[in-house]
């Protein structure tokens, strides 16, 4: 082998369809098209417009997200593909449901300068200006220019530079300037408001959101996007935000439930007059969890709730082959007949196709896996049980071949006790057997790895294999997903202060699979609102990590209340956070509690800045993904790497004395 290139093998997962990684279409070709085939029969049912179900299962690393990778390559430039990971809390599924939607809408089209919603709008609002002016002309005259004499200027320079392409709503409005612009965004936003009222009627929340999906599609500023967006999210904004976007305020007392089911049914509504929606529920898992019986009883009872609100969709669930046969025992009959319409089963692929996956990974660098693997590498590598664990071993042997890393142990992953044992039993057996050659290959690993030097390194075969460093995968881990996370933070992320408690619960959860002497309940101050909080008691001492992402108004009552609740418990330590890209508080009361929050020696306020937002993020996610099996390590040994590399974060610190 000649210079180092880019590992072709390392990138063995898909995090989400929108992401971009080698696919081959010959790989679950049928499944593909089974998916493909309900897509058309629900557009197909003219009459109906009924929503259906498809389940995919197969075991981890067998390819689940990435076949859904490949329904959105296909798809998008015709239908809107909405991605959700699990939700986290039992309080709020469907509004956990309604915000990763609207951050999938938010995703751009493939060769599009435009996101999913504003095409959405586009194709919609061509089929409905041109249904409503037939609709209005005169029965008597039988072709579109006896009514497109009746139609205003606008209405016809509309029709025509849409019936050219729907997108030149975005491209051609407003090229004469801005007061011209604003003049047919207005015009949009009566037709569509005169439309939906006639179809389906003024109730709710629905056309008042229609008005918000066209004030989001009609603005090109970045700042006004996401002040909708926001909005749209149904988060209180301060009162000048409002008015700036001309958008009524929400309520803070609003309930988020039934208006995330509303906005998903005006989705629905919307995509008759487009092509249905996808939505895909991914990473599922951890509800099939001991802890987590009753938010899976509330995630059913939320998936029956969109077939019966929400039209023109599939909604898809992907699970492990076992988790769906828990969850069809679990769940209500309605629930499973509906959801398991098309039942597609992803099962190992041959060999052969193995093999021409690498073969296509390695040549996307420039690269032939002959030059690379011998036949016994080969054999090695596709023997293994899943397609992730395919490429992770290639990506092993190509780190061997390049960097003389040596192989990691085909093993089963072992608690952290064996895991010592069986280092101790080789430090006896082995020790003498070690070459003054890979000692100082060992000197100078460690050297660029530091974390590495309470771990050892043991030749077992030939060529060289030892016990790869979890440590080393579980840094890689967290060096990704830092990455993904910072690349998003900037995007239309909506915050949330039930999403963010949920998050702290199942990271809590996964600390306590260890522990188990944890007390994890939540407060209460007779019947008065308080933030989104929990109170978690260990062996050595007593927390309540709260969150608080509202507006000024709903502030401060909140924290005010919060800062009661702490006075009543002065053993306790009390952390109140708000995400810096939330609005600073201004207002009198409520910066007047801060200091008070800040003042006292067992509370303290915090702006969540980016690092300690992408912190957070990260050992969410760590330990969702080890409990769904995406990244297959020892819990402990992860927690444990966490503390090397982030024990000065608040999260860590709160546990660490009770684990080691």
């Known amino acids: 082998m000649t210079s180092p290139k880019i590992n072709p093998f390392?990138?063995?997962?898909?995090?989400?369809?929108f992401q971009n990684h080698i696919d081959l279409d010959e790989i679950f070709y049928d499944e593909f098209e089974r998916l493909k085939s309900i897509i058309t029969d629900i557009k197909n049912d003219?009459?109906?417009?009924?929503?259906?179900?498809a389940v995919v299962t197969g075991e981890a690393g067998t390819g689940k997200t990435h076949l859904m990778m490949r329904l959105a390559k296909n798809r998008l430039k015709q239908n809107r593909l909405l991605f959700i990971r699990q939700p986290n809390n039992l309080n709020s599924v469907l509004y956990h449901i309604y915000s990763r939607v609207l951050e999938s809408f938010v995703e751009k089209v493939p060769n599009s300068a435009y996101c999913q919603l504003e095409h959405l709008l586009a194709t919609s609002f061509f089929k409905i200006i041109r249904e409503s002016f037939v609709e209005f002309h005169d029965e008597q005259s039988t072709g579109i220019l006896d009514y497109f004499r009746k139609l205003t200027d606008k209405d016809k320079y509309l029709v025509k530079i849409l019936s050219a392409d729907?997108?030149?709503?975005?491209?051609?409005?407003?090229?004469?300037?801005?007061?011209?612009?604003r003049e047919y965004w207005q015009r949009i936003e009566t037709i569509l408001d005169d439309w939906w009222k006639r179809n389906h009627g003024d109730v709710g929340y629905s056309s008042i959101l229609l008005k918000g999906i066209v004030k989001f599609c009609s603005y090109s500023d970045t700042h006004k996007k996401k002040l909708v967006g926001k909005w749209l999210s149904g988060n209180e904004?301060?009162?000048?935000?409002?008015?700036?976007?001309?958008?009524?305020?929400?309520?803070?007392?609003?309930?988020?439930?039934?208006?995330?089911?509303?906005?998903?049914?005006?989705?629905?509504?919307?995509?008759?007059?487009?092509?249905?929606?996808?939505?895909?529920?991914?990473?599922?898992?951890?509800?099939?969890?001991?802890?987590?019986?009753?938010?899976l009883h509330s995630f059913g009872d939320a998936i029956k709730e969109l077939f019966t609100y929400v039209p023109n969709s599939l909604i898809i669930l992907n699970l492990f082959s076992e988790r769906w046969e828990y969850f069809k025992d679990f769940f209500d009959g309605s629930v499973v007949g509906r959801v398991s319409q098309c039942q597609i089963v992803l099962n190992q692929p041959s060999p052969d196709k193995l093999t021409r996956i690498l073969a296509a990974k390695a040549q996307a660098q420039g690269l032939d896996i002959e030059q690379i693997f011998t036949l016994e590498d080969l054999e090695d590598i596709l023997s293994q049980n899943s397609i992730r664990e395919v490429l992770n071993r290639a990506s092993h042997y190509y780190r061997f071949k390049i960097q003389g890393i040596p192989l990691p142990s085909i093993r089963q992953v072992k608690s952290f006790e064996d895991e010592v044992k069986d280092q101790l039993n080789s430090i006896k057996e082995q020790i003498k057997c070690l070459s003054d050659e890979f000692k100082e290959f060992k000197n100078a690993l460690i050297a660029t790895q530091p974390e590495l030097q309470q771990s050892q390194l043991f030749i077992t075969t030939q060529p060289v294999e030892a016990k790869l460093s979890v440590s080393s995968l579980i840094i890689e881990y967290i060096q990704r997903e830092k990455e993904r996370l910072e690349e998003e933070y900037n995007t239309l992320i909506v915050i949330s202060d039930s999403d963010d408690i949920g998050k702290l619960l199942a990271v809590t959860d996964g600390f306590n699979t260890l522990l188990k002497n944890m007390e994890i309940a939540r407060l209460k101050l007779g019947n008065r609102k308080l933030p989104e909080h929990l109170f978690i008691k260990t062996p050595t001492q007593s927390f309540v990590i709260g969150f608080l992402h509202g507006s000024d108004a709903g502030f401060s009552s909140r924290i005010k209340n919060f800062n009661e609740l702490l006075s009543n418990h002065p053993n306790v330590y009390f952390t109140l956070f708000r995400d810096i890209r939330e609005s600073i508080i201004t207002g009198k009361v409520g910066k007047a509690e801060i200091d008070k929050l800040n003042q006292v020696p067992n509370g303290q306020f915090i702006y969540m800045d980016k690092e300690d937002r992408l912190a957070f993020e990260i050992i969410y996610k760590l330990i969702v993904d080890i409990q769904n099996k995406d990244f297959e390590v020892d819990l402990r040994q992860a927690l444990k790497t966490l503390d090397s590399l982030m024990g000065h974060y608040w999260l860590i610190k709160m546990f660490k004395k009770n684990l080691w």
């Not at 390392?10 to 369809?17: A, F, G, L």
């Not at 709503?169 to 300037?177: A, S």
Request: net charge negative; hydrophobic share 30%; with cysteine.
């Open 237 to 295: 904004l301060e009162k000048r935000e409002s008015e700036s976007i001309g958008l009524k305020n929400w309520c803070d007392d609003d309930n988020k439930e039934a208006f995330s089911l509303e906005a998903m049914t005006v989705f629905g509504k919307l995509s008759i007059m487009d092509e249905p929606l996808i939505i895909i529920f991914d990473q599922l898992e951890g509800l099939g969890l001991e802890y987590n019986q009753n938010l």
């Open 166 to 181: 729907p997108l030149n709503l975005y491209k051609k409005l407003g090229e004469d300037g801005a007061r011209n612009k």
């Open 46 to 53: 003219e009459e109906n417009h009924q929503s259906k179900g």
């Open 10 to 17: 390392s990138n063995s997962r898909v995090d989400t369809p």
